[in-house]
């Protein structure tokens, strides 16, 4: 039986790097890159143009970044697995890419052979970490957790919405702003009530005025 090609966009802002993942990929039968993005904003339009299965993700781009990339991505195309592959394992680029959905996390030194198992394993459900990052995540849950206020519960795109809805901001320009649609905005309000533990909007906007979210 033949085997499903697995579709892979790369988003990357060095072309060399793109150029030399390209070459090593090709050479694997059961893996096609069907595009090449050198900004997180060409990365999303090419993945909804090529509905790739695996997005190899860089995290430091200029303009848009790869985690902000990865969230807005994988909001519009959430069947997607993004790899994050890339040169950095400090905390505050591993977690926030992590929470924005990325599916496995490699740094640029793996083997040829490794990124490729890595991508059919992506397709198979099974998440591949880099053995430091692996063990950073599990320090972090092992650490005993505090009492959280509810906005920390927030995910960084929730809190963007909910500082625009306390600002006055209606659901479609809170969707123009984000460059997301307006479902998505009702989802991420509902969600946002849920954790502030609140009924409507305003009660929303107060809390958020209350806790110094908004100017």
């Given at each position: 039986?033949?085997?499903?090609t697995?579709?892979?966009?790369?988003?990357?802002?060095h072309?060399?790097?793109?150029?030399g993942?390209?070459?090593v990929?090709g050479?694997e039968d059961?893996?096609e890159?069907?595009?090449e993005a050198?900004?997180?904003?060409?990365?999303?339009?090419l993945?909804?143009?090529?509905?790739?299965d695996?997005?190899?993700m860089?995290?430091v781009?200029?303009?848009?970044?790869g985690i902000?990339?990865?969230?807005?991505?994988l909001e519009?195309?959430p069947?997607?697995?993004?790899?994050?592959?890339?040169?950095?394992?400090?905390?505050?680029?591993?977690?926030?890419?992590i929470?924005?959905?990325?599916?496995?996390?490699?740094?640029k030194?793996?083997?040829a052979a490794?990124?490729?198992?890595?991508?059919?394993?992506?397709?198979?459900?099974?998440?591949?970490?880099?053995?430091?990052?692996?063990?950073?995540?599990?320090?972090?849950f092992r650490?005993?957790?505090?009492?959280?206020?509810?906005?920390?519960?927030l995910?960084d795109?929730?809190?963007?919405?909910?500082?625009l809805i306390a600002?006055?901001k209606?659901?479609?320009?809170?969707?123009?702003?984000l460059?997301?649609?307006v479902?998505?905005?009702?989802?991420?309000?509902?969600?946002?009530l849920a954790?502030?533990?609140?009924?409507?909007?305003?009660q929303?906007?107060?809390y958020?005025?209350k806790q110094?979210l908004v100017?």
């Amino acid at each position: 039986m033949e085997e499903t090609t697995i579709k892979v966009l790369l988003v990357d802002d060095h072309e060399m790097v793109r150029i030399g993942l390209a070459a090593v990929l090709g050479t694997e039968d059961d893996i096609e890159v069907v595009g090449e993005a050198s900004s997180g904003q060409e990365g999303i339009r090419l993945a909804l143009e090529y509905r790739p299965d695996v997005v190899l993700m860089d995290l430091v781009m200029d303009g848009m970044d790869g985690i902000e990339t990865t969230r807005r991505l994988l909001e519009q195309h959430p069947d997607c697995k993004v790899i994050v592959l890339t040169s950095f394992i400090d905390d505050e680029k591993i977690y926030p890419v992590i929470e924005a959905g990325a599916f496995s996390y490699l740094l640029k030194t793996s083997r040829a052979a490794e990124i490729a198992q890595a991508i059919r394993s992506a397709v198979k459900g099974q998440s591949v970490l880099e053995s430091q990052v692996a063990s950073k995540l599990m320090n972090r849950f092992r650490q005993p957790k505090q009492a959280a206020m509810p906005h920390e519960e927030l995910t960084d795109r929730e809190m963007e919405v909910l500082r625009l809805i306390a600002s006055g901001k209606s659901n479609q320009d809170v969707a123009d702003e984000l460059f997301i649609g307006v479902k998505t905005v009702k989802f991420h309000v509902t969600n946002i009530l849920a954790k502030l533990d609140v009924e409507d909007r305003t009660q929303a906007a107060i809390y958020a005025f209350k806790q110094g979210l908004v100017e």
